[in-house]
């Protein structure tokens, strides 16, 4: 399975549900344009739920940097939400974890943007 990814948004938060494998270069190109589309209008508020993503690689390390950073150079931030299992093994030996505002629920990543207006 590769990666399926969903974009909503909900009060003026880009919400981007990621789910499946993490691992290839082409697809995360894709999404990274599909999120910096809607940054705009969310001035760069970014969650990236992935409860559902079953595994990433470096390449899945380097989509959260380059997603956090495009959310930043929006003037707004990114929360990662949702890792769990060998995804969060992986955020954490790569000590981004100490980068990422981290969230175990989404009602919680929503709060973190409603409480930063």
Known sequence: MS?????????GILIVSIEGRLIEESKIKELLVEIENHLIETKGRLILAVEKLEYINSIGINFFIKALTKARVHQGDMVLNGAKGS???????????????????????????????
């Open 3 to 11: 990666v399926i990814s969903n974009l909503s948004i909900d009060n």
């Open 87 to 117: 995804v969060l093994s992986i955020v954490q030996v790569a000590k981004m974890d100490e980068v990422f505002t981290m969230t175990e629920n989404i009602q919680e990543a929503l709060t973190i943007f409603k409480n930063r207006k």
